[in-house]
């Protein structure tokens, strides 16, 4: 794939563990990577009915813990306002792939479901190409992969305040 950045830089003979190093992978060349893949999965996320963000809202209530599928749970989960995301909920629940399932305590929050179109919907999922291609790697590269990008969001929600923890 031809990036249009260097991914490997020169060390200059530097030695890591005893090995000697000829090449290390640069950092701006992985983040113009990821940026890479974060925008196809992106576009892909625009398929004529359906846009990222009911993508992603779908995937949360497929997957989450039933006791926090709400959409103020959803809102904490990625780190966004309410107010769009219960728009997305809303529109998703217009469109037939969540439902309302009663209260989540004290009245106060609407439980969210899937339906059953909701789940026939997730067999499209654009997220399903790249777990596809995480699927082929070995082992160890996958392990490589989920430290490096925990490590990245970890970040990500640092430098923009959010600090909290986030659900691997």
């Known amino acids: 794939m031809e990036t249009g950045v260097r991914l490997f830089a020169p060390l200059g003979g530097r030695t890591v563990g005893g090995d000697d190093v000829a090449k290390s992978v640069r950092a701006v060349a992985l983040a113009r990577m990821?940026?890479?893949v974060a925008r196809g999965l992106h576009s892909m996320g625009h398929d004529g009915?359906?846009?990222?963000?009911?993508?992603?809202?779908?995937?949360y209530f497929a997957s989450a813990d039933s006791a926090k599928c709400t959409a103020m749970e959803l809102a904490r989960f990625q780190g966004l306002a309410f107010g769009p995301v219960s728009r997305t909920v809303r529109t998703l629940i217009t469109k037939g792939y969540l439902r309302k399932a009663g209260?989540?305590?004290?009245?106060?929050?609407e439980l969210i479901e899937?339906?059953?179109?909701?789940r026939?919907?997730?067999?499209?999922?654009p997220l399903e190409a790249i777990r596809e291609a995480i699927e082929e790697l070995p082992e160890p590269e996958k392990q490589a992969l989920a430290s490096a990008l925990?490590?990245?969001?970890?970040a990500i929600h640092a430098r923009h305040g959010g600090g909290e923890e986030f659900e691997s």
């Open 120 to 125: 026939r919907l997730l067999v499209r999922d």
């Open 49 to 59: 009915e359906m846009f990222p963000a009911q993508w992603a809202a779908l995937r």
């Open 150 to 154: 925990e490590l990245t969001l970890r």
């Open 103 to 109: 209260s989540a305590g004290r009245g106060r929050a």
């Open 34 to 36: 990821l940026d890479q």
């Open 114 to 118: 899937l339906t059953a179109s909701g």
